[in-house]
C-alpha cells in the first residue's frame, strides 16, 4: 500500500514554457503534500508543503508564482512551473502523508530539461 | 538552527558490515527516519526511530539516541545493490522532515 504516483516520469520544455507536474496518492488519502526538488550529487530541497483545500506553504528562497502549487483533492496537487528556465532544470519529487502516518511517501520523481 | 550531518561518502566491500551515523539539532523531535536513494530514483523509507535503541529489519538495523541527538545506520551482509545513497532525515516540532545531505555508500567487490 501507499503509493504514490507523478506524471509525466521526464519532460523536455523549451524555455520561456510551462510545465505541470502531477502527484497523485493511489490507494490512500493524502491530507499533506511535498514537493522537493533535487540538482545532481545533493539532497533534497523542500520546496513547499501543501494541505488539501489550503494554500501552499512555500520554502524560503522559493518563488510561489514561479512554482504554482495546487492541492485541490485529497489524492492529487500539482506543481505548474511557469516561464521555466534552463536552470529550473532539475529532479521534482513529491511525497504525500496521510494524517494519521508521519511517514512519506514518495512518488518516483519527474526530471525537468528545460531547453 | 536546524541541522543533520552526515558523512559524504563511504566505502565498504560486499559480505561486510558498515555503519552509517547521523547527528541532528532540530526545534522539537518527533523521529528519525532513513531512506535509501539510488542514484536518478526517489528515496524509499528504511525506517523510523522515534524512542532510544535500536530497531532490526533484516539485514538493516537503525539505532537512536534522543539525549546525544545521535542515530546510525546499519547494514549488514552488504550486497552490491546496496549502493546507493542513504538519506537521514529529522522530524521537528512541526512534523516537518530536515533533510541532512546524504551518504553515498559505495560497495566493492
Known amino acids: 500500500g501507499a503509493v504514490v504516483s507523478q506524471h509525466p516520469s521526464w519532460v523536455i520544455c523549451k524555455s520561456g514554457t510551462s510545465v505541470k507536474i502531477e502527484c497523485r496518492s493511489l490507494d490512500f488519502q493524502a491530507t499533506t503534500m511535498f514537493w522537493y526538488r533535487q540538482f545532481p550529487k545533493q539532497s533534497l530541497m523542500l520546496m513547499a508543503t501543501?494541505?488539501?483545500?489550503?494554500?501552499?506553504?512555500?520554502e524560503q528562497g522559493v518563488e510561489k508564482d514561479k512554482f504554482l502549487i495546487n492541492h485541490a483533492s485529497l489524492t492529487l496537487s500539482t506543481l505548474t512551473v511557469t516561464s521555466a528556465h534552463p536552470e529550473d532544470s532539475s529532479f521534482y519529487i513529491c511525497?504525500?502523508?496521510?494524517?494519521?502516518?508521519?511517514?512519506?511517501?514518495f512518488g518516483p520523481g519527474t526530471r525537468l530539461t528545460v531547453t | 538552527g536546524q541541522n543533520i550531518d552526515q558523512p559524504t561518502e563511504m566505502t565498504a566491500t560486499e559480505g561486510a558490515i558498515v555503519q552509517i551515523n547521523c547527528t541532528y539539532q532540530t526545534s522539537g523531535f518527533n523521529g528519525l527516519f532513513w531512506y535509501q536513494q539510488h542514484a536518478g530514483e526517489a528515496p524509499t523509507f528504511l525506517s523510523y526511530?522515534?524512542l532510544d535503541g535500536l530497531e532490526e529489519k533484516g539485514r538493516f538495523s537503525s539505532f537512536l539516541s534522543r539525549s546525544k541527538g545521535y542515530s546510525y545506520l546499519l547494514l549488514k551482509e552488504l550486497q552490491m545493490k546496496d549502493s546507493a545513497s542513504y538519506l537521514c532525515a529529522a522530524m521537528d516540532s512541526n512534523y516537518q522532515l530536515i533533510w541532512g545531505a546524504g551518504t553515498k555508500l559505495i560497495i566493492k567487490p
Open positions: 511525497s504525500a502523508r496521510d494524517h494519521s502516518d508521519y511517514e512519506q511517501y
Open positions: 526511530n522515534v
Open positions: 501543501s494541505n488539501e483545500g489550503s494554500k501552499a506553504t512555500y
